[in-house]
């Protein structure tokens, strides 16, 4: 089973960036569909965003469309969230998760079979 470590998150003004990066274990990380899922305090965790297994396909959540950008080098068994345009809603602990396949990813909150990171704090101040 992959095992996933997430970096990058920091303390941030707003309209800037970050990079969070995404390592994980094993030799089969092409083959998962890999997100970004955030939590804020007091909220539910939700879906950021996330990649096919070969990359050729990407989701956003409506909320950070036009600012984040998902990527992957499976080369490195990384997966990457551009954070471009940061806003203070933006603040929240930020998790990589590890999928079969990229629709469950997108559409079922807690799926039994996803691995997740153990999450990285990104703050934006106003």
């Known amino acids: 089973q992959v095992q996933l470590v997430e970096s990058g998150g920091g303390l941030v003004q707003a309209g800037g960036s970050l990079r969070l990066s995404c390592a994980a274990s094993g030799r089969t990380f092409s083959s998962y569909a890999m997100g970004w899922f955030r939590q804020a305090p007091g909220k539910e965790r939700e879906f950021v965003s996330a990649i096919s297994g070969s990359g050729g396909s990407t989701r956003l959540a409506g909320s950070v469309k036009g600012r984040f950008t998902i990527s992957r080098d499976n080369a490195k068994n990384t997966v990457y969230l551009q954070m471009n345009s940061l806003k203070p809603e933006d603040t929240a602990v930020y998790y990589c998760?590890?999928?079969?396949?990229?629709?469950?990813?997108?559409?079922?909150?807690?799926?039994?079979?996803?691995?997740w990171g153990q999450g990285t704090q990104v703050t934006v101040s106003s």
């Open positions: 998760a590890a999928e079969q396949r990229l629709i469950t990813m997108v559409t079922v909150k807690e799926s039994p079979s996803r691995v």
